[in-house]
T-cell receptor, first 114, second 114 residues
């Protein structure tokens, strides 16, 4: 069975600084997808970024980028130039190729300090 | 386009009562999912509909939970009778392409059983 581990229950970052959220996973599959979701307080969970395991290039979406290390089964999220609106719970998730089911980590609560 | 809508946003019920949660997916999304997050734990898969058919309900905790999706549109999740351990946030999501595209989530229903 696949597992996703987020080892940082809480993190904080100064506004305009950079922060990295950690995620590791365990799987025996060779083809899969990885995701970072963001859930602001009392709002819906939105997809921040996704990575296809067969692509070596790290995904980037504006200020959000990932460091995907397939051999190490690591998938960290870097947020550059942090903004107050980045404060949220961040969930790392895994999906096997052809699978519809997501396996989530426990989440990391990110606070942004003005 | 309208997003995934869930209601109620909050529900507080007594142990032994019945509660019905509703989810309206994005129009045209054949795939609908229910997930649940118990406080402090991972978000866990409950079940998956393709149109009106249950594709996988392996995550449903027990027979006190009943999910339906009449006509392949909105879905309901009924808990009867509710127990204290049913408390948590229930998320609904929908998607078109089930392979690695990620979902669109609703804002969730926070259920508290007292």
């Amino acid at each position: 069975a696949q597992t996703v581990t987020q080892s940082q229950p809480e993190m904080s970052v100064q506004e305009a600084e950079t922060v990295t959220l950690s995620c590791t996973y365990d799987t025996s599959e060779s083809d899969y997808y990885l995701f970072w979701y963001k859930q602001p307080p009392s709002r819906q969970m939105i997809l921040v970024i996704r990575q296809e395991a067969y692509k070596q290039q790290n995904a980037t979406e504006n200020r959000f980028s990932v460091n995907f290390q397939k051999a190490a089964k690591s998938f960290s999220l870097k947020i550059s130039d942090s903004q107050l609106g980045d404060a949220a719970m961040y969930f790392c998730a895994y999906s096997g190729a052809g699978s519809y089911q997501l396996t989530f980590g426990k989440g990391t609560k990110l606070s942004v300090i003005p | 386009e309208a997003g995934v809508t869930q209601f109620p946003s909050h529900s507080v019920i007594e142990k032994g009562q019945t509660v019905t949660l509703r989810c309206d997916p994005i129009s045209g999304h054949d795939n609908l999912y229910w997930y649940r997050r118990v406080m402090g734990k991972e978000i866990k898969f409950l079940l998956h509909f393709v149109k009106e058919s249950k594709q996988d309900e392996s995550g449903m905790p027990n027979n006190r939970f009943l999910a339906e999706r009449t006509g392949g549109t909105y879905s309901t999740l009924k808990v009867q009778p509710a127990e204290l351990e049913d408390s948590g946030v229930y998320f609904c999501a929908s998607s078109q392409d089930i392979r690695g595209s990620g979902y669109t989530f609703g804002s969730g229903t926070r259920l508290t059983v007292v």
